[in-house]
């Protein structure tokens, strides 16, 4: 903290919004925190807020007193990268605001609406001899009673919602029976929580506050005196834990969830020094404490690739080496499979850092680096200050709790193109590997074999293309963030034209790589999205799409398409993608993009070396 303030007092805008960031996003101690948010406002104040924050509306609405968590969220999202104007709503009105149509809530328009309930907002309980079944039906009304409203403000507002689930009673009267009895608080509580996650539509993403008091422990998480006093849902010991739990899930709705965690290897994946104590030395896997707890950590980040968060190699060290201990001892958990990429050597580790992204095609902000060494840890906080890079310290049994608490790899959807993002990656890499050796272009692209499908949007895809709008940053002309109502209306929307592309070649299955839609509004065709994964660039996908809606439109009798461009810090790449498809500039944009426009009925198909199946009319 006294660094922040002297990097404040000196005018290094950059390097104190890095400092507040870091701190931000580890900061464990409530009044640490409220300090950290008093610097944060003075820094905006004479400096301005950092740059490249994605801006959103957020309702914080109330089951319990809320006025000290908005301060803190709003820090817990800035570290996020995440600028949120935040509606307040009133004390213990949440049902009330979220289904009256005239509500402040509804008038604000909330992109996403936190929902701050306890358990001591439902209406019924069952009694301590409650039967089965009728403990089975008041958590169905239970249940009812928190989704109802959401659904009302969803169909209004078109938000995405994060609802907490339940924590449970400080007391049990009936002690261990409890878990025995239907109508026992806690068993009562578990059961609405299950049945809660169970019919949560997918605009409701849940705030497991329950998983928080099973890791903290209900005498950290609940404070019954501040409570009774003034309706706090949670203590001030554990509101930073609870804070970020929200922006996680804030951050992943939004599509800014980290998706790589790069990895040192001494005394991060192993015990001891590979270069020194050799394969025969180094500690992993059964035998000892510290061997235990390090196949431990591996298990959970083996857990973590096969969710979608992929892994690399960030280490000191001599390659053929460090190779050798993820295929030579039969302790590791970990593979070399299971890396996407493997920076073993003698460079400084944010120079490898900055490869594997350019490798990768990934933003650093998406990185998060772990190390047990201090120094390495600043070294890299210094130089990236957009990577995440937890104080995970030089305990093995602490790491995974550290990683988890940090809320870093929040999703709100899990799809089959996250389970194979490791191969997905892997692929990409081959790819590139073979463009660079390769002396023709075209013999390049006919060699890949690729075949397409392009599709209309379509209830089975729905949740994938919802998900690759809000996270693709790069390859993305207007960088239109969206909830999935939205995606579903487009769907249906008879005057919209919507497409989705899945490819493959001859390294694999890349899966649905490519989104676009637009209106139709006379003669006129108007793009709203178009956005690719950029594991794909360079292979003709573009011009694919570009065909196949040069042929929807001259179906429909559009005269006109018409396109923008808003350019972010990320999406350079796509400057010129409608001058490369034939569009002439039509002026700006009132928001600084560039307008473009394309007469059809001058418009040429462009030739790609991909097979296709074309959508059904």
């Known amino acids: 903290m006294e660094r922040l303030k002297k990097l404040i007092s000196a005018g290094d805008a950059a ?25 944060a406002d003075r820094l905006e104040k004479e400096a301005g807020p950092p740059k490249g924050l994605t801006p959103v509306r957020l309702a914080l609405l109330s089951g319990a007193t809320i006025d000290l968590l908005a301060k803190p969220l709003r820090l817990a999202l800035l570290a996020r990268g995440i600028a949120a104007e935040i ?13 009256d149509p005239a509500s402040p809530v509804t008038a604000f328009g909330p992109r996403i609406a936190v929902v701050v309930n306890t358990p001591y907002n439902l209406p019924a309980w069952p009694e301590i001899g409650t039967g089965q079944a009728d403990a089975v039906e008041l958590a169905e009304q239970a249940v009812d009673y928190l989704l109802k409203p959401c659904a009302a403000l969803h169909d209004r507002t078109g938000c995405d919602i994060v609802l907490n689930n339940l924590h449970p009673p400080p007391a049990r009267p009936a002690g261990n029976l409890g878990a025995k009895l239907p109508g026992d608080a806690a068993n009562f509580v578990r059961r609405v929580n299950v049945a809660l996650g169970d019919c949560a539509p997918s605009y409701v993403h849940i705030h497991d506050v329950a998983a928080l008091v099973e890791r903290v ?13 003034a309706k706090h849902p949670v203590s001030f010991a554990s509101l930073p834990d609870y804070v970020r ?48 707890a390090f196949k431990a950590f591996q298990m959970y980040l083996k ?9 690399a190699v960030c280490s000191k060290n001599d390659e053929s080496i460090a190779r050798r201990a993820f295929t030579d001892h039969p302790e590791t958990i970990l593979k070399l499979d299971d890396f996407v990429a493997f920076k073993a050597n003698w460079q400084p580790k944010s120079d490898n850092l900055r490869a594997i992204a350019e490798e990768l095609s990934l933003g650093l902000d998406s990185f998060v680096f772990v190390d047990d060494n201090p120094a390495e840890r600043e070294q890299v906080r210094q130089i990236l200050p957009q990577v995440a ?20 790899f929040e999703a709100v959807a899990l799809t089959a193109e996250d389970r194979e993002r490791t191969q997905t990656y892997r692929r990409r890499r081959a790819a590139g ?34 998900q690759l709008t809000n996270k693709t940053n790069q390859f993305n002309v207007t960088t239109r963030r969206v909830t999935p109502a939205q995606m579903e209306a487009l769907a249906d929307d008879p005057q919209a034209v919507t497409r989705y592309v899945r490819l493959r070649d001859c390294f694999g299955d890349h899966g649905l790589i490519c989104v676009f839609s637009a209106t139709v509004d006379g003669e006129v065709m108007t ?21 196949d809606i040069l042929e929807e439109a001259r179906r429909r009798g559009v005269r006109v398409i018409a396109g923008v461009y808003r350019p972010t810090e990320r999406n350079a790449l796509v400057k010129d993608l409608y001058r490369d498809l034939g569009f002439s500039p039509d002026g700006e944009a009132v928001d600084g993009g560039s307008l473009w426009r394309l007469e059809v009925s001058q418009a040429k198909p462009l030739e790609h070396f991909i097979e296709t199946e074309t959508p059904a009319s």
């Open 15 to 39: 390097s104190a919004w890095s400092r507040v960031r870091a701190l931000a996003q580890t900061c464990a101690d409530y009044t640490a925190l409220l300090s950290l948010a008093r610097q």
């Open 87 to 99: 509606h307040v709503g009133g004390y213990g009105q949440f049902v009330q605001e979220m289904i």
């Open 217 to 229: 422990g209900m005498r950290s998480f609940f404070d019954a005196r501040y409570w009774y006093h």
């Open 245 to 292: 739990g929200i922006a996680g899930i804030v951050a992943a709705a939004l599509g800014k969830s980290y998706k790589l965690v790069a990895l040192d290897l001494d005394n991060t994946l192993w015990g001891g020094i590979l270069g020194d104590d050799g394969l025969e030395g180094i500690e992993i896997g059964e035998g000892t404490p510290a061997g235990e």
């Open 303 to 311: 857990a973590l690739r096969d969710r979608g968060i992929v892994l």
């Open 389 to 408: 890079i937890p104080e995970v310290g030089d305990d093995p049994a602490e790491y995974p709790a550290m990683l988890d608490a940090g809320h870093y």
């Open 433 to 466: 590997e073979a463009l660079a050796a390769a002396t023709d272009l075209t013999a390049y692209l006919k060699s890949l074999d690729m075949w397409a499908i392009v599709r209309p949007f379509d209830e089975a895809s729905l949740e994938r293309i919802t």
């Open 527 to 547: 793009v709203q999205d178009w956005l690719m994964s950029c594991r794909v660039l360079k292979r003709g996908v573009e011009f694919l799409l570009f065909n």
